[in-house]
């Protein structure tokens, strides 16, 4: 996957945080709001800026390459 530009992952960060508002119950939620808790809002200490390039946690991974249709690029690569 290509790198994904920091404003673009913060974006989609507080999209996908707002749709798992108040939605702990759910593997989305709970993995935002462990995130939230811990970095205390801070993107710095986000999950997503642990990884080279802000690659994203697996909640804006998955927008992203379902946004940009990346995963079907990734497979035709694979299959070539």
Same mark, same amino acid.
């Given at each position: 996957?290509?790198?994904?530009?920091?404003?673009?992952?913060?974006?989609?960060?507080?999209?996908?945080?707002?749709?798992?508002?108040?939605?702990?119950?759910?593997? !989305?939620?709970?993995?935002?709001?462990?995130?939230?808790?811990?970095?205390? @809002?801070?993107? =710095? &200490?986000? $999950?997503? #800026? /642990?990884?080279?390039?802000?690659? !994203?946690?697996?909640?804006?991974?998955?927008?992203?390459?379902?946004?940009? @249709?990346?995963? =079907? &690029?990734? $497979?035709? #690569? /694979?299959?070539?």
């Amino acid at each position: 996957m290509n790198n994904i530009k920091k404003s673009v992952a913060l974006l989609l960060c507080d999209k996908i945080r707002q749709e798992n508002s108040g939605r702990w119950y759910t593997w !989305g939620g709970l993995t935002c709001w462990s995130c939230m808790r811990s970095s205390k @809002g801070n993107p =710095a &200490k986000m $999950r997503m #800026r /642990k990884k080279k390039g802000y690659l !994203g946690c697996r909640l804006v991974n998955g927008w992203y390459a379902t946004l940009t @249709g990346s995963k =079907a &690029k990734e $497979r035709l #690569r /694979k299959l070539n």
